[in-house]
């Protein structure tokens, strides 16, 4: 799972350098499948479910599950791009978000509590302890940041299969949920509203988006449970090739 990760941590590095003003985010899509597949690796999303393409490409109010098309980013913008491959038959998922400068500063303080509340989370991710200690530490960050958790999305398990248990809520109370083992591997992933948590599904039935049209971002990581503590698997770093 960890050359599975460092693959994919490779083309979220290409599609930030990709990220530019007049870009369609159906072009984003192009560049993440030809990497993937040229290194050997299998988009996890395209076809899950029925879902048409490598990633999603969730701009401003827009929380995930976007389809990448014709729409062009532009200057202002935030851009959460969520990835999943499979190498090998194991799975790695993993999102960032975006700003193509000039960014509001509402936007860039959203942007960094949230990818600072995934971090809180993953300091949580600690063997003996529970998936509300992961959830408790998110939403202490992003609420003290005078933001809101999504409550109504969650991450989940990974391994063999992109989504399998357990949920990971990024609220609830320490202590609570599954117990965490050594051995289980989890996507931790914050999706934070800068208004109310509330949410709701475009007509394309994949588009969620704030209820109140305020910004939304979402980083992403896939975390494996060690006795030595949390290993985040979606770094550069691999004892196996990426190419």
Not at 44 to 51: D, I
Not at 108 to 131: F, H, K, N, P, W
Request: with cysteine; proline share 5%.
């Amino acid at each position: 799972m960890a050359a599975a990760g460092a693959l994919l941590v490779a083309c979220h590095d290409v599609l930030a350098a990709e990220v530019a003003a007049g870009l369609t985010t159906a072009a984003l899509d192009e560049v993440a499948e030809q990497f993937l597949r040229d290194r050997g690796g299998v988009p996890a999303f395209k076809g899950y479910h029925g879902y048409p393409a490598t990633i999603t490409t969730s701009i401003n109010e827009q929380v995930v599950h976007a389809i990448p098309g014709h729409v062009a980013m532009a200057e202002g913008d935030i851009v959460s791009i969520d990835a999943g491959v499979v190498l090998d038959g194991w799975v790695a998922d993993m999102a960032r978000t975006h700003g193509i400068a000039p960014v509001s500063p509402l936007a860039r303080r959203l942007m960094d509590a949230t990818e600072s509340a995934l971090y809180r989370g993953i300091d949580a991710c600690q063997a003996g302890g529970r998936v509300g200690d992961i959830g408790c530490a998110v939403q202490t960050e992003v609420e003290a940041a005078g933001f809101s958790v999504v409550r109504s999305l969650v991450g989940h398990g990974v391994g063999r299969s992109m989504h399998e248990q357990p949920q990971v809520p990024n609220f609830g109370s320490a202590g609570s949920g599954p117990r965490l083992e050594p051995g289980v591997v989890i996507a931790i992933e914050p999706m934070v509203n800068a208004g109310a948590p509330d949410v709701m599904v475009g007509d394309d039935g994949w588009t969620v988006a704030s209820s109140d049209g305020t910004l939304s971002a979402h980083f992403e990581h896939t975390v494996a449970v060690t006795a030595d503590g949390p290993r985040i698997l979606t770094t550069a770093k691999s004892t196996e090739p990426v190419s």
